[in-house]
């Protein structure tokens, strides 16, 4: 993290006030019976914008000078980090443009745009995106603000591991969802620092989005070919920085396959009446998948809830 430390995260909670919300995390039953201690679902899928990444978002922009903001933000998203971008430009009055590969969901492109963003879709997938989204910076002057990068932003995604260890401060085990990196290195961090390295921290990745996997396995960022997956917020590669900071604080780094994720979007949905999109999910399929011993009490962290109406009706036919 560039070496920042805890404090930054604390001073990310402040300017957070009033525009994060402090999520709910609750007890699960359904899962503690099935892991053999207690679960706690840490509900950024409950967010604004239905996902953590305002938090990242907000506290990097408005960490920027006027100068900055004044030629405006660019990002590149398939639609969560697009969506805390947009209402944090539209926050502190900064105009915003973010680039959606083809592929992002309609419900994700809809909602960045009702936060008053101008989106622009690119053909290809996100890394498409991304280089679009690069060029308009260099082209404009607007000021890029990477969805996973930065240590303004990881120490924004911190925020969520400071908020459950003051609320389960004995918790010993925390599993999050990997994509870039930016929240497992953010609240890996924390977690690692407050508890002398006693938290363990369990890495999800889709099988089908497994960079940061491919990453540790090779001890370098590599490329990682991804394909059509539930959980399309995992998707993209990494960057070195962000694969240093997770390969320092993740203790266990899994893949789940798309049945894993469907079987946790629905149980999430039957069982505790929770909304979550794929990539929100992964935690949870995890711990469908068996084999990880934990200590408890253990926290999976629902990172988003922005799944199409029609998506979700299809997974849930036959419940």
Sequence with gaps: MGGRTVGEIHLARRRLRGVALRTPLERTAWLSELAGCDVYLKLECWQR????????????????????????????S????????????????????VFVPES????????????????????????????????????TGAHLLHPFVGGDVVAGQGTIAAEIVDALPRVRDVLIPVGGGGLVGGMGLYLKEVSDGAIRVVGVQSERTPAMHAAFAAGR??????GATLADGLAGEVEEESYRLALQVTDDLVLVSETLIAAAIRGLYVKERVVAEGAGAVGVAALLAGGLELRGPAV????????????????????
Excluded at 104 to 120: F, S
Excluded at 303 to 309: M, T, V
Aim: charged share 25%; aromatic share 4%; glycine share 10%.
């Design 78 to 97: 398939a639609g969560n980090h697009g969506q805390g971008v947009a209402l944090a430009g539209k926050l502190l009055g900064v105009r915003t443009t």
């Design 104 to 139: 992002a969901p309609r419900t994700k492109r809809e909602a960045i745009a009702g936060l008053r963003a101008h989106v622009r879709e690119v053909t290809g997938d996100y890394d498409d995106a991304a280089v679009a989204a690069r060029r308009f910076a260099a082209e």
């Design 221 to 226: 960022v590599v490329d990682a070919p991804s």
């Design 49 to 76: 914008t239905r996902s953590f990444k305002i938090r990242g978002a907000y506290n990097a922009a408005a960490r920027l000078s006027k100068e900055f903001t004044e030629r405006g933000l660019v990002t590149a």
């Design 300 to 319: 999976v962290v629902v990172s988003g809830g922005n799944i199409d109406a029609s998506l979700l009706a299809e997974l849930l036919a036959g419940c």
